[in-house]
């Protein structure tokens, strides 16, 4: 994960540690480590148990209307998602969760804030 994505995400993180009493919902919030640069014998290791190329980076496994949960893909700059992150995105969203790309960890808290009101 590129730096001003792992700021941006870190800084959701510690948001959200700070909004847990009023959304205790946060508390189900989590990171999935899929990115960042590995040596072989690691990402071996990693793959054979299951990461994937392309699943969005946070996971909120609260279901809201009509969706199951909700998947965030962290961005920054002018990075775009990936092939195999908009694969994911279509597949997951088929399968009914809100699926989003954010710039920043300002529109991250909206999104998940709108989410948890419905």
């Known amino acids: 994960m590129k730096q001003d994505e792992h700021q941006a995400q870190a800084a959701l993180f510690r948001w959200a540690e700070l909004q847990r009493r009023r959304l205790p919902e946060l508390n189900l ?3 999935i480590p899929n990115g960042g640069f590995r040596n072989k014998a690691t990402a071996g290791r990693l793959k054979a148990e299951g990461v994937k190329a392309g699943v969005p980076d ?3 496994p609260v279901a809201r ?3 199951h949960g909700l998947f965030i893909e962290m961005k ?10 908009v694969a994911w995105h279509y597949h ?3 399968q009914g969760y809100r699926v989003a790309v954010c710039y920043g960890f300002e529109p991250a808290i909206e999104l998940i804030e709108g989410y948890l009101r419905g």
């Open 76 to 85: 920054a700059g002018r990075n775009k998602p990936t092939q195999s992150q």
């Open 65 to 67: 209307g009509e969706f």
């Open 29 to 31: 919030l989590f990171a």
């Open 58 to 60: 946070i996971c909120l």
């Open 92 to 94: 997951l969203s088929q």
